[in-house]
């Protein structure tokens, strides 16, 4: 069973910094991909950022520049920093692995992120 532990989450406010980090119960490696995703209240989830194993890292437009995803292949970790952040970056923040082959898709139980004006 295959687990993911996010944390990093809290209150910041505007124009502040967060570095949210995703431990992995096994190698990262063994994953096609990495993302972080995050849900407001009243919204569907959205993709946050992903990186894959091989190719290159990919962001929503909201966050383009301001955020950066990255990988520890040797921690089992994903970080996500977030700079810049806006009330509207509020969300639970979760951390999501995927194979393609097979199907696996595994979610962590999220981490609340609350960006105060």
């Known amino acids: 069973q295959v687990q993911l532990v996010e944390s990093g989450g809290g209150l910041v406010q505007a124009g502040g910094s967060l570095r949210l980090s995703c431990v992995v119960s096994?190698?990262?490696?063994?994953?096609?991909?990495m993302g972080w995703y995050r849900q407001a209240p009243g919204k569907q989830r959205e993709l946050v950022a992903s990186?894959?194993?091989?190719?290159?890292?990919n962001y929503a437009d909201s966050v383009k520049g301001r955020f950066t995803i990255s990988r520890d292949n040797a921690k089992n970790t994903v970080y996500l920093q977030m700079n810049s952040l806006k009330p509207e970056d509020t969300a639970v923040y979760y951390c999501?692995?995927?194979?393609?082959?097979?199907?696996?898709?595994?979610w962590g139980q999220g981490t609340q992120v609350t960006v105060s004006s």
């Open positions: 096994r190698s990262i490696s063994s994953f096609d991909d």
């Open positions: 990186i894959p194993t091989r190719g290159t890292s």
């Open positions: 999501n692995a995927r194979r393609f082959i097979g199907g696996l898709n595994v």
